[in-house]
């Protein structure tokens, strides 16, 4: 089986936000607007093996959440030649509510998870409004109604899902996040996801704003740079707009993105 990957970033949302939303410390610039955009990613090798990142949320979560869909994860995955039901494996980068909804649309999938964020998310600290605001219950219930299907593949640290692609616990955003290293023709390419959601977070030294443990974050930020063989242009945020203006992109809509291609432009202006 071939170790080299395809990567597409899938975006299917967008939320209009000035920029401390996304930033932990204040920031000078902090009433100057910084959209977030919502993306999932799939993996496609040589023989046509097809791995997703993530799996969005749905049109109900968007409506009561005021965070407008662009299109569904479905629709997404129909774009690049793709479908929920042809997917085997999805690994859950972690269970908030933008990167865990739409279980039930991927019915033949095994989802990869780590142990800590299933324990997390179904534990003690969700006794705080605070820290479980970013999940929705539904999606966790049916994230435990799958491991007593046996459709979930726990991790502890670091694992590989096929060959090319592991898994890297770092937590800090949610005590369960981990990132996705993927072999590439151009490098080891490492999804961040909410590890860091804008190069600007890396960038300035500050974290977002919804974190869990700000030293892992920080630690996290690190690592993924080791896992890109220190090549920070391998290392992808997980919301950054500025990923559609660095990359590929392979409709004229700019909403899928080849990021195994190398960058249009190899760095340039942070979001904020």
């Excluded at 039930?104 to 989802?111: E, I």
């Excluded at 491991?147 to 640290?157: K, M, S």
């Excluded at 443990?213 to 920080?218: E, H, K, L, M, Y």
């Excluded at 090549?231 to 004229?252: C, F, N, Q, T, W």
Aim: negative net charge; aromatic residues 8%; contains cysteine.
């Amino acid at each position: 089986m071939s170790t080299m990957w395809q990567v597409f970033a899938l975006r299917y949302g967008r939320h209009e936000r000035p920029a401390q939303a996304n930033f932990l410390m204040p920031v000078a610039d902090a009433h100057d607007a910084m959209p977030i955009d919502y993306f999932v990613w799939l993996l496609r090798n040589a023989e046509g093996r097809e791995i997703l990142v993530d799996t969005g949320f749905d049109p109900e979560t968007a409506a009561r959440r005021n965070r407008p869909l662009l299109r569904t994860v479905q629709d997404c995955l129909r774009s690049v030649g793709s479908s929920a039901e042809a997917i085997r494996d999805v690994i859950i980068s972690h269970l908030h509510y933008d990167h865990a909804g739409n279980l039930s649309a991927f019915p033949n999938a095994t989802f990869h998870i780590q142990d800590r964020e299933v324990s997390f998310a179904t534990g003690r600290h969700m006794c705080a409004a605070c820290l479980r605001a970013t999940f929705e219950v539904e999606d966790v219930v049916k994230l435990v109604r799958a491991v007593y299907a046996d459709r979930v593949c726990f991790h502890d640290g670091e694992g590989e899902i096929a060959p090319g692609i592991t898994v890297h616990h770092v937590g800090g955003h949610s005590d369960g996040m981990q990132m996705v290293r993927v072999i590439t023709a151009r490098g080891p390419l490492v999804l961040a996801v909410d590890a860091a959601h804008f190069y600007a977070n890396v960038e300035r030294g500050n974290p977002f704003s919804i974190i869990f443990d700000v030293g892992a974050t920080i630690q996290g930020w690190r690592r993924a740079r080791q896992l890109a063989g220190g090549d920070e242009s391998l290392v992808i945020p997980g919301h950054d707009p500025l990923v559609r203006a660095r990359y590929p992109a392979v409709d004229s809509e700019a909403e899928i993105i080849r990021l195994d291609l190398p960058p249009l432009q190899p760095g340039g202006p942070s979001s904020a």
